[in-house]
T-cell receptor, first 111, second 113 residues
């Protein structure tokens, strides 16, 4: 089992719709979870963090965490073409000083 | 404020050669992490340094080494380059260790021929 798993996509969503991105992780001791956005040819940038079970909203973005199911998701409401990018889930591992990234989900917003 | 800076941005080497990549973190950040990213994959963790000490190491061979200097800048060295080392090498800084809030530089694109 991979430490952090994401569907690679591509995920195609019409403009204005909700995009839903999912991530599972294997370390039950993990306490914090992060979403990064990476545009083609650019480096990753942090867009959301979540530490507690439930939802966290920031503008059009909502992160959802379920520690019992070891599942974290990112919802993007009112999707825009500028949201087209690869979204990376990142999890700091409790047993070591390392932050593990998933392989990323490529999101495409079609006009 | 300046972000994370990396140099060089692009470089081409041949198999068997050695390469040194450099990174300057955001002012005030004491932790530097190195990642390797190949096309279509997420960043793979190589090293984390905090206060000049290695705090974490990923599953990379001993050909990969790094260090952090008193000013918190860092170097990543790769010896005996292989074709498979061709990748984007990303440096990320953070205020402390064990945080997933990383600030990435633009990366160093290494091509091994």
């Amino acid at each position: 089992q991979k430490e952090v798993e994401q569907n690679s996509g591509p995920l195609s969503v019409p403009e204005g719709a909700i995009a839903s991105l999912n991530c599972t992780y294997s370390d039950r001791g993990s306490q914090s979870f992060f979403w990064y956005r990476q545009y083609s040819g650019k480096s990753p940038e942090l867009i959301m963090s979540i530490y507690s079970n439930g939802d966290k909203e920031d503008g059009r973005f909502t992160a959802q965490l379920n520690k019992a199911s070891q599942y974290v998701s990112l919802l993007i409401r009112d999707s825009q073409p500028s949201d087209s990018a690869t979204y990376l889930c990142a999890v700091p591992y409790s047993s070591a000083s390392k932050i593990i990234f998933g392989s990323g989900t490529r999101l495409s917003i079609r006009p | 404020d300046a972000g994370v800076t990396q140099s060089p941005t692009h470089l081409i080497k041949t198999r068997g050669q050695q390469v040194t990549l450099r990174c300057s973190p955001i002012s005030g950040h004491k932790s530097v992490s190195w990642y390797q990213q190949v096309l279509g994959q997420g960043p793979q963790f190589i090293f984390q340094y905090y206060e000049k000490e290695e705090r974490g190491r990923g599953n990379f061979p001993d050909r990969f080494s790094a260090r952090q200097f008193p000013n918190y800048s860092s170097e990543l060295n790769v010896n005996a380059l292989l074709l498979g080392d061709s990748a984007l090498y990303l440096c990320a800084s953070s205020p402390g260790t064990n945080t997933g809030e990383l600030f990435f530089g633009e990366g160093s694109r290494l091509t091994v021929l």
